[in-house]
């Protein structure tokens, strides 16, 4: 089967790897129809040391269900599911608090140890407690947005959870990505009445808008903190959406959050340690967020996407091949997409 394999920072390649077969009796294969690259993929593209071996990339995915281990039990040949970017077994401690990203069998698709989803079939670990079945065909209209699923709509609904959005709050996104776009979905859709988006390219920022964007911030730094602050009768937002992961964007997060508010982080950090501790303590600011436990909110974000009350397929501006995925890559990186689907 082909898959996508990432050698070096710039070196993604489609090559032809040993099938994926079922290994535990508790796996499911699935023949992937849709697939995505994620704007955290683009961190190895731009950092990976030179491996001999490479890492087998992917890790959000709508397939078919072509066979099951024997101790899988709600899953059966023929199931369209949607694979959440983590695995997980459901049925511990964890998964029953709604935080499958820690479960204590679960894991991470595009490892060492689980191969990538970018590829025609993917073995997925934990099957009955990982898949979702959807009730629709494969060429279903829906698809792009289903396949948000997997990570980026239930990520920025994650941010929003952990940042406390709710009814007749302000709230802010940091970052005009696919995450902070779906972050724009989920504050909305959570009754924030102001919702301002710090992003500066003008398609996002158009996107943004659709989505329920009230106010753009489009300034960096400093000028972004006075901005928000006077978009907000000076005192920040109740709820700030970080979903960057850089210094100057977690600094800006919790600068724009005002006294009381919090702070729901989705951008995976790229440093240590986290800035702004001072500010965040003296103005009682609550950081939290992580790993979305994508897997505890399909239920809820479901039938959203299929009455068409939320959109987040929408940021999927391009479809390509799966031979194409170098070029996905590339394109991604030079944000001339804001992100990719792989069609099979
Ligand atoms: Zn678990």
């Known amino acids: 089967m082909r898959a996508t394999v990432m050698y070096a920072a ?35 593209y731009k950092t990976m040391e030179r491996s001999d071996t490479g890492r087998h990339m992917g890790h959000e995915a709508i397939g078919m269900v072509e066979d099951v281990g024997a101790d899988v039990r709600t899953l059966k040949p023929g199931d369209l599911v949607v694979m959440p970017f983590a695995f997980s077994d459901g ?13 204590v069998h679960g894991g991470f698709f595009g490892t060492e140890d689980v191969a990538g989803a970018q590829a025609d079939a993917v073995r997925v670990p934990q099957a009955d407690g990982t898949l979702v079945v959807l009730p629709v065909d494969e060429d279903d209209a829906l698809m792009p947005s289903l396949l948000t699923l997997s990570d980026v709509m239930g990520t920025g609904h994650h941010a929003a959870v952990a940042a406390h959005v709710g ?6 996104v940091v970052g ?4 902070g776009l779906c972050g724009v979905i989920a504050a909305k859709r959570l009754g924030a009445e102001q919702i301002i988006i710090l992003g500066r390219h003008p398609d996002r920022i158009a996107l943004a808008r659709e989505f329920g964007a009230t106010d753009v911030v489009s300034e ?12 907000t009768d000076g005192f920040g937002v109740h709820s700030v959406l970080e979903c960057v ?28 340690t986290m800035p702004a501790s001072q500010p965040a303590f003296y103005d009682n600011v609550s950081v939290s967020g992580g ?3 994508v897997r505890a909110y399909i239920e809820e974000l479901l039938p959203d996407i299929l009455e068409g009350q939320i959109e987040p397929g929408r940021v999927l501006d391009r479809v390509i091949g799966l031979d194409e995925a170098p070029d996905g890559y590339r394109a991604m990186n030079d944000r001339e997409a804001i992100k990719v689907m792989i069609e099979f």
């Open 291 to 293: 790993p979305a436990p």
């Open 91 to 103: 049925t511990c401690v964890f998964c029953h608090e709604g935080l499958q990203t820690s479960c």
């Open 220 to 231: 960096r730094g400093e000028e972004a903190i006075e901005r928000v602050r006077d978009l």
């Open 245 to 272: 992961g850089l210094e100057q964007s977690e600094l800006t997060a919790i600068e724009i959050a005002r006294p009381g508010g919090a702070v729901g982080r989705v951008g995976v950090p790229q440093d240590e």
């Open 176 to 179: 005009d990505g696919a995450v």
């Open 167 to 172: 009814p007749g709050k302000t709230a802010a």
């Open 10 to 44: 710039g070196d993604v390649r489609v090559e032809n790897v040993p099938d994926a077969s079922l290994v535990e009796p508790t796996d499911a294969l699935v023949r992937v129809t849709h697939a995505c690259i994620c704007g955290s993929d683009l961190w190895p």
